[in-house]
Every structure is written in structure tokens, then in C-alpha cells.
């Protein structure tokens, strides 16, 4: 896809960091000494600029009325993170901001992957990390899983091997051999300080957390390079940065869950969002994702801690709205596990920090009123006050 593609957009500002189109005028200066003809010919000349040039001005003054101008966009895709990802930015350095976005991506994937060499993947096999980043990400993490009551717990690693998640080898895993995992799976047995620590029978995977990081990072990155705007999409979450180049509102789908039986039907809803400032993530976990049937039952892969065994309470997918990524991304997975009223009691506590949208599996969305004038959608809704 080219990077040099040019779409139309509302000037904002008169400096406003964008590649703008603009009429030029090249004047040419003739010299003194000229005959008479000559100088009726330069007379004319003159005239003829001074009337471009108050074309020019008139044309200058109806652009700053309509204020339609030419701002160059580019795009790029990446595969990271276990799924496809693409990120569109708007302004001058643009290139400089996509280079340095998809550098760290690729760093972080790599840094949290659970089966490349990095930070995991050496908490895991040597039960201690010292690496900032991570240990910062970590304690975030476990912070979460505090305030959830454990309903977020970045220790389910093991819950999802045994179920075929990791490894797409599925089965249905008897309660026995549920109860002989569940012993080792709790966020609180993490040893938290300047490095992380943690047990020998104890696994971790920040799946649940880390796009929702590095959505965060990535508003960063556009904020250093000063970009007018940026849409990113990193599989289930969408990052926003500032205003759509258009004026008008960012449009994000929210997926209908019944996309796994039906992968051309149309999405359940739609968020609108008229300025994400510094950036707002938007960010989705369903059931309808990954799973897998047996003997007519359906299995999905996000696990209730506490049970070790896929969550089931009615709910098909929570979209959480935030300018906090990695909280919006750990919550996503949280107020799923926890149920709809839970959820919505944890809503009215922080309601100050998020938004939520929630979709049944009779169809019915409970939204939180903080989302009552962007959100769209034809299924009955009914607002969290």
C-alpha cells in the first residue's frame, strides 16, 4: 500500500504540523533598460501578475472559509501479537512516527511473548525478571487482578495450555485435573518488588493486558512526533489519537458475537468519538474469538480464574472506552469474568476512569450513560446510571 496516498481534510490550524497543497506564484523581473514596446509588453505583465496574485488572495480566502485543503495519510500492517494489526497516521512526520511504532511492536511482542526469548518467556522458565518495562506491566497487572477481586489474573497460563488455547490442541478438561491446576493459579503469588519473582509451579501471560499497553505506547509515540491524528487497530482493540481528519467523528464497530457462526453478519453496534485528545482505546473481548465445540457444547477461551473453566453468564463480549489502554484491555476481560451486575457495581465505583457496552446472549446491551450519545445500535439497550 502506498505511503505517499493524499486525502482531502479540514485545516484545523494554520500550523498544525500537516503536508498541505497550496497554489504557488513565480514571478519574473524584467529589466530597465527596454524599449517602449518592451515596456507596454511589461506593463502588461504586471498587470497580469497583480491580477493573478489577487486570484490567489481570493482563492487563499475562500479555502480559510471552507477550509478544505490536501493532507497526506499513511498506513501500514503488521502481524504481531498473535494477530494482524494496522495503523493509519496523518501529518508530516507521519513516516517517522510509523517507523518508530512498528520497531516497537516488534520489541514488545517479543519482550511478552509467551514462546519467544524475552522477559516471559524467562519469568517463566527461570522465575525471575529484573526488566523495567516488564516489571512495571506486571505490577499493573496484578494491581488490577486487586481491585477485580481476582476476576483479571495474568497467572491463567497454565488454564489455557490445559485447554488447548495455546496450543490449539483442544479438550474439555475434567473438574480433577482443574482442581490440580487452580493450586497454582493466583495473581498473589507473584513476588512483586524491583523484580519480579515467582514460584516454580507458577505461570504467567500478559495476553490479557499487553495490547492494551501497547495501544498506550503507541499514543506516546504519536505524541512525541507531534502527528495531526492516527486510527490504530490491534486486532480486538482500536487506539484513536485526536481528531478524524474530517471534522467529523471517529466511527468504531463494535462486533456482533454472532460473527462465529456467521462471519459476513454486520457489526452489533457503533461508538462514536469526536476528539480522543491525547488518545482513547476502545477495546473488545468475546467469546466468539476463540473456541472450540464438543458434544454440542461451546468452550471459549476467556477462563474464570476462580473456576478454571470458560466464563458463563450470559455475557457474548464487554467493550471497554478509556484514555487508559492497559487498564481498559485488563478490565475488558475482568467485568466478562465478574457478570453483568458485578460489572456494573465495579462500573459505578470507577466511573470516573471507563465506559463499558455489554452484549448478552438474549441480544440485550447494557451500556454505561457516559456512552448514551455515541453509541448506536439496533439491539434493545438499556443505561447504567
Known sequence: MSDKKLEYKKKTEANDGINYIKPSLNKTYNGNNQSSTTNKKNGLN????FFIACIVVFISRI????????????????FAMDTYMKFT?????????????????KELDNKFSIVRNGAIKDLNEKH????????????????VSKDTNGAFDITVYPLMKEWGFITKEFTVVSDERLNEILANVNYEKIDISDEIKTPSDVE?????????????????????????CAIVSL???????????DGKPWKVAIENPDK??????????????NDARDGKAIVTSGDYERFFKAD??????????????????????VTIVSDDGTMADALSTALFVMGKDKATSYWKAHKDEFDFIMIMDDKKVYASEGVKDELSTELEVEFVK
Open 89 to 105: 497516521v496523518y501529518g508530516t512526520d507521519r513516516e517517522k512516527a510509523l517507523n518508530e511504532i512498528c520497531d516497537r511492536v
Open 260 to 273: 462465529d457462526e456467521n462471519p459476513d453478519v454486520k457489526p452489533a453496534a457503533y461508538l462514536e468519538i
Open 204 to 228: 504467567v501471560d500478559l495476553g490479557g493486558i499487553v495490547k492494551g499497553y501497547t495501544g498506550d505506547v503507541i499514543a506516546d509515540v504519536l505524541k512525541k512526533y507531534r502527528v495531526k
Open 63 to 78: 479555502s480559510s472559509c471552507v477550509d478544505n485543503v490536501i493532507v497526506a495519510k499513511s498506513e501500514r500492517d503488521l
Open 46 to 49: 504586471y498587470k497580469f501578475i
Open 128 to 143: 525471575k525478571i529484573s526488566d523495567e518495562e516488564a516489571v512495571n506491566l506486571i505490577k499493573e497487572a496484578c494491581n
Open 296 to 317: 454440542g457444547v461451546r468452550y471459549h477461551h476467556i477462563i474464570d480464574p476462580k473456576t478454571g473453566k470458560p466464563a458463563n453468564n450470559g455475557i457474548r463480549s
Open 235 to 245: 486486532g480486538g482493540n482500536v487506539e484513536i489519537y485526536s481528531k478524524k481528519p
